[in-house]
Structures are given as structure tokens and as C-alpha cells.
């Protein structure tokens, strides 16, 4: 793929950090990492029992809101957390732990943003108006680095807290989602848009949660901040802040970070995803990871299968290997999928754990594999 570079120096300077992720990498083993289903549920809601006990279910995606976290600036409420975390201890289950730090901020950081003089995106969201600072902008990132640090004196040596989200480019959820339609890029350069400030955010925030979580393992999710030949863009090219942003975490953190797409469907591109964001995923195995689009089971709108009517096994089976097919070590599964299509979590379960190589292969049990499905992505 195009480096996209601006200059010599910053050419120089991202060969260095290439070179450095290659020399200074550490002794962990592909079996350090964790692997299998991770269960996902809604945010702020508890895990099903029933999830806990699937002995096929090998960690959980605790999802909270950061106002549900730190209601007021430095007053924590660890009620939920903590009993999810400890509920999944006690089950013998891994923690993935995402914070919601845009849709779930609370309105005193905003209004901390505002009273600073700090600058606002403004763009329709599925038809609702919606504010955000900056990515870059200093308060915002100052009150999410100090939540961050708060996390972790609570939680770093905590055994079971296994994987820690950062993120840096969400203009939504916790994925990576960059506004970047023509009118959004032309309103993101007016209120001073850099590469380089994002990478600057960037970095500010994995150092960040690498910092408060030294025992953990750090995942990023990873887009593309489009790109179109002629007109004005964001970045060099459309994948230039997520690939960047990885090698500098990796040449500061070795070992420690994990790539994450959370599209998995059955209309991802096929492995090695050429000439899209999911080649870097490609590029920076084996620590990388996936999560699904959406669900399947009882969903009428097909959205795994591009709206496409399936049924809801198929589907999903067909997204697992999707997944499975980038060397993905392990895959957050919807909650509702997880309690109603047990066989392809199974299926699931023993692909991601079980398998040496990255290589889609039916199941050993024909129930989990839907009639009449290949299972060649």
C-alpha cells in the first residue's frame, strides 16, 4: 500500500518506528494474546447468566458509558464494572473493557470543552444533529487521559481485565468513525484538520491507557478516513492516520497492542483485503481482532448479510470465517447470538482457539455447520 508520506522527514521518521517494531519486539507467544468468542452486550447492561456459564464463551465485552462511569468530574461510580468484572472472574471468562467516550461522555465534559474555547464538529447522525469536540482538542483529551488513568488504578492489577479499548478517531461509538463525506471534509479542514493532529491524539491516548494498563493487552479499532481522487481530503490517503497511528504504538509498545475491525460481516472483501482498511488489519497480524457489524438472530434488516435475506446461522457462520480468514485471534459476538445460535458459538469457540493457522475449516460437528454452506468466505 501507498505510505502516502508528506516529506522526507516524516518518511525518515515512520521507517524508524517500522524498523523498531521489528527490533525491539518482545518474547510474548500468539498463545499470550487472548483468543475465542467474546460475548458483547448492550452498554451499561449486565451479561446474561446463561453467556457466563457457555463454557464456549471464552471472555466478556463489558461496555459502560463514561457518564455512567464518572457522573461528575473525578466522583466514580464502579458499581456496574465491578460487578461484571467480578461476575466474569468468577465464571472463568477473559474481560474486553470499552468505556464509552463519545456517545457516552458525560455533559460536564462538554461543558468543560465549552467554557475552554474549544471547537466543535457538527454532523448529521442517521438524521440527528450532533456535536463533538475535536478529536485534538486539548480538554477533551485532558479529561479522557485523567478517566483513563482513574481506570486503571482501579482495574491494572486485576487479572481477569485481560484487553483494554483506546480510542482516538470515534465520532460515535468506540469505533474508529471519521465524518468524511465532501461537506464534512471541507467543514473538518476549516476548524484546522491535521494528519498530524490526529496522530498527535492518537498517541496521547494509547500511551495513555499502555500507561495505566501495563498488564493488559491495548486494542485499537481501526477505518478508513475515505479518500477521493480530485476533490479535497482529509489525509494523503484514506488509510494513513490508522496505519500510522499503529506504528507508533507498536515501535513505543511492542507486543501490546491489538488491531481490531468491528465490520465483520458476510461482505467484508476477502483476505488480504487489497487496497482496503482491511489490508492493514491484514498487515499487522497476528495481534489483531474483529467484532461483528451487527447481530443476526430475529434482526429483519439483514444488516450482517448487506441486507440480503439468510438465515441467521448461515450468516453468521459465513461472517465467523470472514473474521477467521485474517487470522483474527479472537471475535466479539453479539449477546443475542451468542444466547440463540449456541451451535455456531461452538463452531466459533474451537475455529478461534483450537486452530493453528488462519485457515476457514468446517466443524468437526456437522450441526454447527448450516446445510448446504460453503464455508470458503
Given at each position: 500500500m501507498n505510505n502516502g508520506v508528506r516529506n522526507p522527514?516524516?518518511?525518515?521518521?515512520?521507517?524508524?518506528?517500522?524498523?523498531?517494531?521489528?527490533?525491539?519486539?518482545?518474547?510474548?507467544l500468539r498463545a499470550?494474546?487472548?483468543?475465542g468468542v467474546f460475548s458483547l452486550s448492550t452498554s451499561d447492561r449486565a451479561a446474561n447468566q446463561p453467556v457466563l456459564d457457555n463454557p464456549d464463551v471464552d471472555g466478556i465485552s463489558i461496555r459502560a458509558g463514561w457518564a455512567t462511569l464518572e457522573p461528575a468530574e473525578g466522583v466514580f461510580d464502579w458499581t456496574f464494572v465491578d460487578s461484571e468484572v467480578a461476575r466474569a472472574a468468577a465464571a472463568g471468562k477473559k474481560v474486553l473493557l470499552r468505556i464509552g467516550t463519545q456517545a457516552g461522555k458525560p455533559d460536564w465534559?462538554?461543558?468543560?470543552?465549552?467554557?475552554?474555547?474549544?471547537v466543535f464538529f457538527t454532523f448529521d447522525d442517521d438524521g440527528v444533529t450532533t456535536s463533538i469536540p475535536v478529536f485534538w482538542d486539548p480538554t477533551y483529551l485532558a479529561k479522557k487521559k485523567a478517566m483513563i488513568a482513574a481506570l486503571g488504578v482501579h482495574f491494572a492489577n486485576n487479572p481477569t481485565v485481560k484487553i483494554v479499548t483506546a480510542s482516538f478517531a470515534?465520532?460515535?461509538s468506540e469505533d474508529w468513525n471519521v465524518p468524511h463525506t465532501h461537506d464534512m471534509v471541507v467543514e473538518w479542514l476549516s476548524l484546522g484538520y491535521t494528519s498530524e493532529k490526529m496522530l498527535d491524539a492518537g498517541k496521547q491516548i494509547i500511551d495513555a491507557t499502555m500507561t495505566a494498563f501495563p498488564n493488559a493487552y491495548i486494542a485499537l479499532a481501526i477505518s478508513a478516513n475515505g479518500h477521493v481522487n480530485g476533490q479535497v481530503n482529509l489525509d494523503p490517503d484514506a488509510d494513513y492516520v490508522s496505519r500510522n497511528a499503529i506504528l507508533a504504538a507498536r515501535a513505543s509498545w511492542p507486543g501490546r497492542l491489538i488491531v481490531q475491525k468491528n465490520s465483520v460481516s458476510t461482505f467484508n472483501p476477502l483476505?488480504?483485503?487489497?487496497?482496503?482498511n482491511f489490508e492493514v488489519l491484514w498487515d499487522n497480524r497476528p495481534n489483531v481482532a474483529g467484532q461483528m457489524l451487527s447481530w443476526c438472530f430475529n434482526d429483519s434488516t439483514y444488516r450482517m448479510n448487506g441486507g440480503v435475506p439468510g438465515d441467521p446461522a448461515t450468516v453468521l457462520h459465513k461472517a465467523i470465517n470472514a473474521g477467521y480468514s485474517y487470522g483474527m485471534e479472537y471475535e466479539e459476538i453479539y449477546q443475542t447470538d451468542v444466547m440463540n445460535l449456541p451451535a455456531e458459538i461452538a463452531y466459533a469457540h474451537t475455529l478461534l482457539v483450537s486452530s493453528p493457522t488462519p485457515t476457514?475449516?468446517?466443524?468437526?460437528?456437522?450441526?454447527?455447520?448450516?446445510?448446504?454452506?460453503?464455508?470458503v468466505p
Open positions: 522527514a516524516l518518511a525518515t521518521f515512520f521507517a524508524l518506528l517500522f524498523a523498531a517494531v521489528f527490533v525491539a519486539r518482545p518474547a510474548r499470550d494474546v487472548p483468543h465534559v462538554t461543558q468543560a470543552v465549552t467554557d475552554a474555547g474549544g470515534n465520532a460515535t483476505s488480504p483485503g487489497t487496497d482496503t476457514p475449516a468446517p466443524s468437526a460437528t456437522p450441526p454447527s455447520v448450516p446445510t448446504g454452506f460453503s464455508v
